[in-house]
T-cell receptor
Framework: LAKTTQPISMDSYEGQEVNITCSHN???????ITWYQQFPSQGPRFIIQ???TKVTNEVASLFIPADRKSSTLSLPRVSLSDTAVYYC???????????FGKGTTLSVSS | DTAVSQTPKYLVTQMGNDKSIKCEQN?????MYWYKQDSKKFLKIMFS???????INETVPNRFSPKSPDKAHLNLHINSLELGDSAVYFC????????????FGQGTRLTVV
């Protein structure tokens, strides 16, 4: 399983764009990059998943360079409600369970 | 309608007791999971069931026994509770065991005193 490394914490202000980078140097050919969000006292919630280049949905964008050894989750114009822990996971669709790391605690202030 | 629901939300019990946490999903998913999140916020997989069959059993004390009466339910029974079992337990489900989008319940905060 590819190990992921991401910052422990980040601070931002409302209205700013936040980019959280995750490194996964040992990612395998069949692995996907997936991000989850966890609010206090709630279970994690799927945000976005990608294999290469760029993926965008209503919540975030995910940028993956050609070598796929890192990825960046981009949250446009964050608000206070985006304060949460963000987990970067490398997943294989071969039937293994999701393995969560320590995640990045994002704190958004007004 | 809650997609993945766990009961109870809070559970306080004494050491040595036996307790159960129930989980139900109404998403029609084939695969269900139990995760444990400790005080340091590490989220670890405990068990995974696919169509009522155990497919993942991580290194968990055998005091923990999952039971899946049908594919919509995965209950967790814990015998002889210990202080170190205090944590938040999350149930989750996914469409199948090859799907990477999991839906989590709201968690059960277990406190052993």
């Amino acid at each position: 399983l590819a190990k992921t490394t991401q910052p422990i914490s980040m601070d931002s202000y409302e209205g700013q764009e936040v980019n959280i980078t995750c490194s996964h140097n040992n990612i395998a050919t069949n692995d996907y990059i997936t991000w989850y969000q966890q609010f206090p006292s709630q279970g994690p919630r799927f945000i976005i998943q990608g294999y290469k280049t760029k993926v965008t949905n209503e919540v975030a964008s995910l940028f993956i360079p050609a070598d796929r050894k890192s990825s960046t989750l981009s949250l446009p114009r964050v608000s206070l409600s985006d304060t949460a822990v963000y987990y970067c996971l490398v997943v294989n669709q071969a039937g293994t369970a999701l393995i969560f790391g320590k995640g990045t605690t994002l704190s958004v202030s007004s | 309608d809650t997609a993945v629901s766990q009961t109870p939300k809070y559970l306080v019990t004494q050491m040595g007791n036996d307790k159960s946490i129930k989980c139900e999903q109404n998403l029609g998913h084939d695969t269900m999971y139990w995760y444990k999140q400790d005080s340091k916020k590490f989220l670890k997989i405990m068990f995974s069931y696919n169509n009522k069959e155990l497919i993942i059993n991580e290194t968990v004390p055998n005091r923990f026994s999952p039971k899946s009466p049908d594919k919509a339910h995965l209950n967790l029974h814990i015998n002889s509770l210990e202080l170190g079992d205090s944590a938040v337990y999350f149930c989750a489900s996914s469409q199948n065991d090859r799907n990477t989008e999991a839906f989590f319940g709201q968690g059960t905060r277990l406190t052993v005193v």
